[in-house]
C-alpha cells in the first residue's frame, strides 16, 4: 500500500465482485480511528492513532513471530505486510482462494484478510452481534473477552471474512475496554512523567511547583513515599507504643464526667430503635456532647488521633448550641445524634467496622455529628429561590450541605477546640476530603443519581470488581439521614411532626416573601399521611435495599443471613399510615418539640484578656451571640464598660491610705506654692473675657521676694486702636 502508516494491513480481491457494494467505513477506538476502505474492490484496513510513537516496539512483537502475525494492530506485522509485493500478489490472485469464497452462499458483503504465512489457524470462540452476556468493560473478565474477541475477528478476516456489522459490533466492544486501558495507563504514564521530576537538572523549587501545581495531591504522596528500612519501622513501632502509653495515663484522668442516668442510656445504644427523646431530657440538653463523647472513647479515637478530651468536650458544645441557634423542631441537635447513634449501630452491629480503617469510621462518625450543623431550617430550594447569602456564597451548589462544613472547620478554629491538631499532614488531607465528600451527598437532590450509581458499583462488584469505600461511606451516611421511617411507630411519628412543623414554617416565609409554595410546605393543602407513604414507597425503602445488598456484599453474606431490622418496621409503619390515609386523616400530631431543653453555655478554651476585671470580648462562652446585653449598673462599678481605659492587666493597688474625710479646695489652697501665679480656684471659674484678659493686670502673688517684676504687657496687633491704648496705659 502507498500509505507510510505501519498499521495498514495488505489487501485482497473479493471473490464476490459481481454483487459487491464499495464501503468505506471509519471506526474510532479511544485515540485509534480505523478506516475500511473497499472502494476498488479490494479490502483495505487502515489504523491511525494519534499516539503512535515511531521506533517503538514491544518485547512481544520483537520476540514472537505468531504472536505479530494474529495481532491486526501490530507495527512490524503491517510494515511487512504491506511493504511485501510478492505477498501482496499472491494473496489477491491466488485461484484456490477465489474458488473458495466464491462458492460461498453468502450474498452478503464480507471482509478478508488472507495470509498464507499461517494457513493454520487455532479455533476461536464465534463472533456475535449480542451484547448480552458479555462482562463490563471495567471488570477484569473483559480483557480475556476482548483477547478472544481480537483473535476471532484477525481469524475470521484470514478465513471466511467477517460482516461489517458484526466486525463493527466486535470492535465497538474491544474499544470500550481499550479505553478503559488506556485510563489506566494514562494514570501510568503520569506517574512515570513524575518520577522524572527527579532528576538532578530539574532545581527543587522547580520540581516541587511543577509536582503541586499538575498533579494530585495523592500522586505526589504516591511517589514520595520511600520504603522504610526494617530498624526504622521498629524504631516507630517502638515509639509509638511508648507515647500512647503516656498519652493514655494523661488522657485517662481528664475525661468528661458522665451522670449516671445519662450512662444508663448510653449503654443501650447497639439497640436500633434507641430511646432518643428520653436520652435527650436526662442530657440536660446536650445529647450530642454525651453521644459524641462515648462513641468517641468506645471507637479509641482519642488515643489513635491524640485527641485531648477537654477539647473534643469544648467542640462538641459548640457544635450543639449551633445547631440550636436557629429553633429548628427537626434539624437540630437531637437529629444529629439519631444519625450518628443509627451510622454506629449499622458499623458495629452488622461487622462494617472490620472492613473500614480507623480514620474511615472516625471521618464517619463526626460526618454524622456535623453533617446537619447550623441548618437554618429550610431547603436549598428555597435559599436559591430567594437569592438568600449563602446561595449566593455557594452558587447554587449544594448550599445547605457546604455551609455544614465550613461552618464547623470555622467554628473549630475560631474557639480554638482544634480536635484534629495532632493529626499528620496526610491524615488531616484524607480526613477533610472524606467528610466534604460524605456530608455533600447528603443533599436530597443527589439521591437518585447516588441510587443509581450505588446500583452500577454493586453490580459491576459482584462480578468481580472492587468496591469504593468512599461511595459506600457516602452510601451509609445518606441512608441514616433518612432513617426515621425505620424505626418504631413511636419515634417515627415524632419525627414527623418535627419534620412538618419546619416545613409549615418554610411554607409561611415563602407565602411572606411571595414565592412559591415548596413541596410539603403549605399547611393547608399538605396530606401529612399520603406524603410519608410516597416517601418509604420511593426513598426509604430503595436506598435501605441497596445498603441492605452492600453489606451483604462486603461481608460475603446471603440475604437470610444479614441483619435488617428495618424491613419489618418500614412495613408496619407504611400501613399505619395506610389505615390514617383511609380513615380521612390529613394532618399530624403536635410535636414535643417546644419542651426541647436548651444547651447549656460552654466555657471557651480560649483564654480571656481582661482589662480591669472584666473579658475583652465581653462573654463567659467565647460566643457573642449566646450572652445576653445588660444595662449597666451605676451603683456596681464591676457592671461598668470599661474597655475604654489603658488595658490593665491585673488589679490597681495604691499603697497610700485614703483621707478622713473628702477633699475640698479650700482646705488645700493654703499650701499652695508662693510661686503659684494662677487666682485660686480652676481655669472655668476665671471668667475672664476678651477684653478683660487684655485690659485687667494678671494675677500676681503677694510678695515679689521670689521673682523680679514682670513687663509691662502688650495687646496683641489683631486688636483695634483704641483698645490697644487703654491696654497701653498701665
Not at 449516671?260 to 442530657?283: C, G, I, Q, R
Not at 491524615?427 to 447516588?450: A, G, K, Y
Request: glycine share 4%; aromatic share 6%.
Amino acid at each position: 500500500m502507498s500509505s507510510p502508516s505501519p498499521d495498514t494491513l495488505h489487501t485482497m480481491s473479493h471473490p464476490d465482485h459481481h454483487n459487491y457494494q464499495p464501503i468505506t467505513t471509519k471506526i474510532t477506538i479511544g485515540e485509534d480511528t480505523y478506516t475500511i476502505d473497499t472502494s476498488d474492490q479490494s479490502i483495505k484496513i487502515i489504523r491511525r492513532s494519534a499516539r503512535w510513537k515511531k521506533g517503538t516496539r514491544s518485547k512481544r512483537d520483537s520476540t514472537s513471530p505468531d504472536s505479530a502475525q494474529s495481532d491486526s494492530v501490530s507495527p512490524d506485522h503491517s510494515k511487512s505486510s504491506s511493504s511485501s509485493p510478492d505477498h501482496s500478489k499472491s494473496s489477491s490472485s491466488s485461484p484456490d482462494h477465489s474458488k473458495s469464497s466464491s462458492s460461498s452462499p453468502d450474498p452478503v458483503c464480507r471482509i478478508f484478510c488472507h495470509s498464507p504465512d499461517s494457513p493454520d489457524m487455532v479455533a476461536c470462540p464465534p463472533l456475535t452481534t449480542s451484547a448480552q452476556d458479555l462482562p463490563s468493560p471495567d471488570s477484569p473478565q473483559a480483557c480475556k473477552e476482548a483477547s478472544n474477541k481480537l483473535t476471532a475477528v484477525i481469524s475470521s478476516l484470514r478465513e471466511d471474512g467477517i460482516e461489517p456489522d458484526v466486525l463493527i459490533s466486535n470492535l465497538e466492544y474491544i474499544g470500550e475496554v481499550l479505553g478503559v486501558l488506556a485510563a489506566k495507563s494514562d494514570h501510568d504514564d503520569l506517574d512515570d512523567e513524575l518520577s522524572e521530576l527527579k532528576n538532578e537538572a530539574v532545581p527543587d523549587d522547580v520540581r516541587k511547583w511543577l509536582a503541586s501545581t499538575f498533579a494530585k495531591p495523592e500522586q505526589i504522596s504516591k511517589k514520595s513515599d520511600e520504603h522504610p528500612t526494617l530498624r526504622s519501622v521498629a524504631n516507630a513501632i517502638r515509639t509509638g507504643i511508648f507515647i500512647e502509653k503516656i498519652y493514655s495515663r494523661m488522657s485517662t484522668s481528664q475525661l468528661m464526667v458522665i451522670p449516671p442516668e445519662v450512662e444508663a442510656y448510653l449503654k443501650k445504644t447497639d439497640d436500633w430503635n434507641f430511646d432518643l427523646f428520653n436520652f435527650a431530657k436526662s442530657t440536660n440538653g446536650s445529647p450530642l456532647k454525651f453521644m459524641g463523647y462515648h462513641l468517641m472513647q468506645e471507637y479509641g479515637c482519642f488515643n489513635k488521633y491524640k485527641i485531648p478530651p477537654s477539647t473534643l468536650e469544648t467542640l462538641l458544645g459548640h457544635l450543639e448550641i449551633g445547631y440550636h441557634s436557629n429553633g429548628n423542631p427537626y434539624h437540630n441537635n437531637l437529629h444529629a445524634t439519631d444519625v450518628l447513634q443509627t451510622c454506629h449501630w449499622i458499623i458495629s452491629q452488622t461487622g462494617l467496622k472490620d472492613w473500614l480503617s480507623d480514620l474511615e469510621i472516625f471521618a464517619l462518625l463526626f460526618s454524622a455529628i456535623i453533617h446537619d450543623y447550623d441548618h437554618s431550617g429550610t431547603t436549598n430550594n428555597f435559599h436559591i429561590q430567594s437569592n438568600s447569602k449563602m446561595a449566593i456564597l455557594y452558587n447554587d451548589r449544594s448550599v445547605l450541605e457546604n455551609h455544614h462544613v465550613a461552618a464547623f472547620f470555622s467554628t473549630m478554629i475560631d474557639n480554638e477546640c482544634n480536635i484534629l491538631n495532632n493529626m499528620s499532614k496526610a491524615e488531616f488531607r484524607e480526613f477533610r476530603s472524606l467528610m466534604i465528600e460524605m456530608v455533600l451527598h447528603t443533599d436530597m437532590s443527589m439521591h437518585f443519581s447516588q441510587l443509581k450509581y450505588m446500583k452500577g458499583l454493586i453490580q459491576t462488584a459482584v462480578n468481580g470488581g472492587s468496591l469504593d469505600k468512599t461511595k459506600v461511606l457516602c452510601l451509609i451516611l445518606h441512608s441514616c439521614d433518612v432513617s426515621h421511617p425505620t424505626k418504631k411507630w413511636e419515634l417515627h411519628n415524632e419525627w414527623t411532626a418535627r419534620c412538618m412543623e419546619e416545613f409549615f414554617r418554610q411554607g409561611d416565609m415563602e407565602q411572606e416573601l411571595g414565592l412559591d409554595f415548596s413541596p410539603l410546605c403549605d399547611r393547608q393543602t399538605t396530606v401529612v399521611p399520603q406524603s410519608q407513604i410516597g416517601f418509604i414507597d420511593f426513598i426509604v425503602s430503595p436506598i435501605f435495599d441497596v445498603c441492605g445488598d452492600m453489606i451483604c456484599l462486603v461481608l460475603d453474606q446471603k440475604e437470610d443471613q444479614a441483619t435488617k431490622p428495618w424491613e419489618k418496621i418500614l412495613g408496619d409503619n407504611k400501613d399505619l399510615w395506610q389505615i390514617k390515609a383511609k380513615s380521612g386523616e390529613t394532618g399530624f400530631e403536635v410535636s414535643d418539640a417546644v419542651n426541647d431543653v436548651k444547651p447549656p453555655r460552654v466555657a471557651s478554651a480560649k483564654p480571656a484578656i481582661e482589662e480591669n476585671g472584666v473579658a475583652e470580648n465581653g462573654n463567659t462562652n467565647g460566643n457573642s451571640e449566646e450572652t445576653a446585653k445588660q444595662e449597666p449598673d451605676p451603683q456596681n462599678p464591676e457592671s461598668l464598660d470599661r474597655r475604654h481605659l489603658i488595658k490593665q492587666i491585673g488589679p490597681i493597688t495604691i499603697d497610700s491610705l485614703p483621707p478622713d474625710k473628702p477633699t475640698q479646695h479650700k482646705d488645700v489652697v493654703g499650701e499652695v506654692p508662693s510661686s503659684v501665679l494662677s487666682r485660686p480656684g480652676s481655669p472655668v471659674t476665671w471668667n475672664f473675657g476678651v477684653k478683660e484678659s487684655i485690659t485687667v493686670a494678671p494675677p500676681r502673688p503677694q510678695s515679689a521676694s521670689l521673682l523680679s517684676p514682670p513687663e509691662r504687657r502688650r495687646a496683641p496687633i489683631s486688636v483695634d486702636h483704641k483698645l490697644r491704648k487703654h491696654a497701653l496705659d498701665f
